[in-house]
């Protein structure tokens, strides 16, 4: 450790020490920025371009939906028969049950659809499906 920086660079009491360490992040934070603007590319990749992304949203809109494949109403009727019962457990029971298959099959077909996107834009290094709301801005 270099003695100027025997107290801290932040915590000393000298303002020549804290202006030189100040200077020193400076500068890091600066080359830090040049060489990600510099290698753009290489980190992040290529943008998917137009064509690519409408093939994208056409497969994603005619894939079928998760909940026409499990049947609505075979749940339905298990929550409906849960609900008749007087202690509550078996309502319990059945939540725990769907909440955990709903997760389940929602990160399967996430992996499935990702699979898929990457075999149409075969480029692509990383894909991220995310649900997000454009009427409501986020928090």
């Known amino acids: 450790m270099h003695p100027r920086y ?3 660079g932040a915590t000393s ?9 100040a200077a020193q ?5 600066t080359v ?30 005619n894939d079928p939906n998760y909940l026409s494949q499990t049947g609505p109403e075979e749940w339905a009727k298990k929550f409906r028969n849960a609900a008749k019962e007087k202690d509550g457990a078996e309502m319990l029971k059945i939540m725990s049950f ?10 399967s ?5 990702e699979k898929e996107i990457q075999e ?7 894909v991220d499906i995310e ?3 454009p009427i409501i801005p986020p928090p």
Do not use: C
């Open 109 to 113: 077909e996430v992996d499935r659809l």
């Open 120 to 126: 149409i834009v075969p480029g692509i290094r990383h």
């Open 6 to 8: 025997m107290h801290g």
């Open 32 to 61: 830090a920025i040049f060489l990600i603007q510099r290698n753009r590319h290489a980190l992040i990749g290529r943008a998917i371009d137009d064509h690519d992304m409408k093939r994208v949203l056409e497969l994603l809109k």
């Open 98 to 107: 769907y909440g955990e298959e709903v997760v389940t099959a929602l990160s």
């Open 131 to 133: 649900a997000h709301n």
């Open 13 to 21: 009491p000298e303002i020549g020490v804290y202006a030189y360490a």
């Open 25 to 29: 992040v400076k500068k890091a934070i």
